[in-house]
Nanobody, 121 residues
Framework: QVQLVESGGGLAQAGGSLRLSCAAS????????MGWFRQAPGKEREFVAA????????HYANFVKGRFTISRDNAKNTVNLQMISLKPEDTAVYYC??????????????WGQGTQVTVSS
């Protein structure tokens, strides 16, 4: 069955960095768009970044442009999110998801369990 398992979350100071990874299994990874979303307490889940099947096309939410970088390794079935210049408002549970494209939650059909990112000021 389809499985997405995130790792790499944790506590960082403002201005610091973290690297999230998502290990995928149970499907042909290279055939799908992969995305990252996040959900802060009391807020709706929001789009962070997405990457196409080859890794050649990426899309970011405006609030992370220039700070986050999404990448994928189709040989290892992993998608990563490198986060730098972290801000306290980046604190959230981060989810990776499988999709066909787009930035809406409904464009993605499988989700990981999430990994907590906490940024202290």
């Amino acid at each position: 069955q389809v499985q997405l398992v995130e790792s790499g979350g944790g506590l960082a100071q403002a201005g610091g960095s973290l690297r999230l990874s998502c290990a995928a299994s149970g499907f042909t990874f290279s055939s799908y768009v992969m995305g990252w979303f996040r959900q802060a307490p009391g807020k709706e889940r929001e789009f962070v970044a997405a990457i196409n099947w080859s890794g050649g096309i990426t899309h970011y939410a405006n609030f992370v442009k220039g700070r986050f970088t999404i990448s994928r390794d189709n040989a290892k079935n992993t998608v990563n999110l490198q986060m730098i210049s972290l801000k306290p408002e980046d604190t959230a549970v981060y989810y990776c998801a499988r999709g066909r494209g787009g930035s809406a939650s409904g464009d993605y059909d499988y989700w990981g369990q999430g990994t907590q990112v906490t940024v202290s000021s």
